[in-house]
């Protein structure tokens, strides 16, 4: 149950305790005006006369979640901030500003409160809806959460990451180093593609790469952004206890974690961080605000797909900080002759049916090749959805685009291919990606380049198929040849094993 209190209880302050009387959870008012105090015990709210700028008197109370202080007097209320936070270092603080602030009472203000209530826009019912909502719960649980947590934290992304995952995670470690607590934002993979690899760069941002195989000891704890559950769609142990998940995907399973924000609503991971560093009241600078900006525009591809009201707001909060030199850098970088020769493949290899074209590109240095190839692919005439496919090592990598408005491609991709790997993604963009074991046991290029085409068969026929077939209907039931070539070669497979 929430505990708020209030501090003061001024010409602001009575408002909001009549609001706030009427709301779930517990209330405490602490003002040292007797016939105030009276007058709101004879109301039935629970009030107590002392002053709320004492120490002892704050030392004797219980942790509050939320805290208002509201007396008329800014003097008064710097007072009481800078006492209570001292003393309630994770509770959410709303605080009155009052009508005399100095520069030296703003700054003092900014530094300790969640958010700050100005005169000129003091409505009661507005500060309550927006600081009781749900945003403002998640804050309060989300500071609980870091300041619990003893040693570092990794903030994992998704495997090969995106703009957002790499943005959100950079903005997660922000706001754990404010709050105290050392972080790094890690990921497993490569981050290969030009724009991504851009953005990391000219940004500075500081990314720690894993390995399958590298010791995850130096942790204590453990947080996931843009995904959110371990194992999938990242390397770390499927068991691992997670303290921390905060995404923006509908989730494919059940979701463990100490503390979990999943928010479909909003079009990116980004988009959430932005309200968080809000919520706290943290400044956001230039670097973080240019990598959160563009996680947004990437993952709503410029505010054209499943964007929202938050994404908007975000994106107007960020705008002032942000650096669009280094944007515009960002979004022109070299392509590399990798990169073009598979686009080339892609344009010649296309098996291309009605306004569907689907492409294998064979081996492939560079798997975010295969989403630029699809998107070129998608600039042809006649042309509304694309598959692009490719292998490295024992894995197949397949990325998906569409702009026809009858076709989902993320769960077209899962219809096709979770039986057989893992796949997912939004309905105009989504990948996959296969377990080939057999690829690794085979000893020239002609065998390797015999056993894709057989890879190339399946994937280009169980995608058709997908496509034609409402999502949610089976795919491939009776397909005997998915059915053991997509598995991890263990050399005791047999023919009639299913997948």
């Known amino acids: 149950m ?52 004492d120490p002892a008197v704050l030392d004797g109370l219980e942790t509050p979640d939320e805290i208002f202080i509201a007396g008329d007097r800014t003097d008064v209320n710097r007072t009481a901030l800078e006492r209570t936070r001292e003393r309630f270092p994770v509770a959410s603080i709303v605080a009155y500003l009052g009508g005399n602030a100095t520069a030296s009472d703003r700054e003092a203000f900014e530094s300790r409160a969640d958010r700050i209530v100005d005169p000129t826009d003091a409505l009661a019912a507005d500060i309550v809806d927006k600081t009781a909502s749900r945003s403002a719960k998640h ?21 090969n990451p995106d703009p957002d995952a790499i943005a959100s995670a950079v903005a997660l470690v922000e706001i754990a180093e404010r709050v105290g607590l050392e972080a790094d934002a890690c990921y497993f993979g490569d981050i290969s593609h030009q724009e991504n690899r851009a953005m990391v760069n000219l940004l500075e941002l500081e990314l720690a790469n894993f390995t399958r195989d590298d010791p995850l000891g130096m942790y204590d704890a453990f947080a996931l952004v843009d995904h959110a559950r371990p194992g999938v769609n990242d390397q770390l142990p499927e068991e691992l206890h997670v303290d921390i998940v905060i995404d923006h995907h509908p989730p494919r399973g059940p979701v463990a974690g100490e503390f979990v924000d999943l928010r479909e609503e909003a079009g990116a991971t980004s988009t959430i961080m932005t309200e968080y560093l809000q919520r706290f009241g943290f400044e956001i600078g230039s670097r973080i605000a240019t990598a959160l900006l563009y996680g947004i525009r990437i993952d709503t591809n410029d505010f054209a797909r499943e964007v929202s009201a938050m994404d908007f707001e975000a994106a107007s909060t960020l705008l002032p900080a942000v650096d669009q030199t280094k ?11 990798d990169t073009l020769e598979i686009i080339a493949r892609a344009i010649k290899n296309r098996d291309q049916r009605e306004s569907v074209a689907v492409a294998g590109v064979g081996r492939i240095a560079d798997r975010d090749a295969l989403p630029q190839a699809a998107d070129q692919l998608l600039a042809m005439d006649g042309v509304s959805t694309t598959l692009v496919f490719g292998f490295r090592d024992e894995m197949v990598f397949l990325s998906a685009r569409s702009r026809a408005s009858n076709v989902d491609l993320g769960e077209t991709l899962r219809d096709a291919f979770d039986p057989i790997g893992s796949a ?11 377990e080939i074991g057999i690829l690794g046991g085979a000893d020239d290029e002609d065998e390797l380049n015999s056993i894709f085409s057989v890879i190339e068969e399946v994937i280009t026929d169980r995608f058709f198929e997908a496509i034609r077939t409402r999502p949610g209907t089976p795919v491939g039931a009776y397909d005997r040849t998915s059915e053991w070539l997509f598995q991890p070669d263990d050399g005791e497979r047999n023919d009639g094993e299913s997948a």
Do not use: K
């Open 2 to 53: 929430v505990f708020r209190l209030v501090l003061g209880c001024g010409s602001v302050g009575q408002p909001i305790v009549e609001q706030l009387a009427t709301s779930d959870g517990r209330l405490l008012v602490i003002a040292d005006a007797p016939s105030l105090v009276e007058t709101l015990r004879d109301e039935s709210v629970p009030a107590r006369l002392d002053d709320p700028t």
């Open 424 to 434: 997912g993604g939004h309905a105009d963009m989504a990948g996959a990606q296969l």
């Open 139 to 159: 804050a309060i649980d989300l500071r609980a959460q870091l300041s619990s947590i003893n040693g570092r934290l990794g903030v994992f992304m998704h495997d």
């Open 327 to 337: 944007i515009d850098q960002i979004e022109q970088p070299t392509i590399g002759g």
